[in-house]
Nanobody, 117 residues
C-alpha cells in the first residue's frame, strides 16, 4: 500500500510564492521518479516538473526558471517551490510517484493553488 499526499496549496497574489509538499508513505522503493502535474478547470492534466531518485530534474517550459522541484529521499518527500506565480498557474496540483522497480504509479488527490491577478 502506497499513499501520496500533497499539501501547501492556497491562495496567493500574482508574483508571490508557494511551496508544495508531497509525502509518500508505505512500501516505497528507492528507485523512483516523483512528479508534479497540474490541471486547470476544463483542461487536461499536464506535467509540471519531475525529479528522479538520483536528482535529475525536468520542467515544463511554462514554469522553467520560476519553479524548482526537489526531494528528500530519506523522507520520501518531494517539494515544488513556486516563485513569480501567475494567474495561469492556477490549478489543482497533483503529486505522482512512479516506482521504476515495481513499475507502478500512484497519485495524490491534489492540492489547490489559486493565483489572483
Amino acid at each position: 500500500q502506497v499513499q501520496v499526499v500533497e499539501s501547501g496549496g492556497g491562495l496567493v497574489q500574482a508574483g508571490g510564492s508557494l511551496r508544495l509538499s508531497c509525502a509518500a508513505s508505505g512500501s516505497i522503493f528507492s528507485l523512483n521518479r516523483m512528479s508534479w502535474y497540474r490541471q486547470a478547470p476544463g483542461k487536461q492534466r499536464e506535467l509540471v516538473a519531475a525529479i528522479t531518485s538520483g536528482g535529475s530534474t525536468s520542467y515544463a517550459d511554462s514554469v522553467k526558471g520560476r519553479f524548482t522541484i526537489s526531494r528528500d529521499n530519506a523522507k520520501n518527500t518531494v517539494y515544488l517551490q513556486m516563485n513569480s506565480l501567475k494567474a495561469e498557474d492556477t490549478a489543482v496540483y497533483y503529486c505522482n510517484l512512479f516506482s521504476l522497480l515495481r513499475k507502478s504509479e500512484y497519485w495524490g488527490r491534489g492540492t489547490q493553488v489559486t493565483v489572483s491577478s
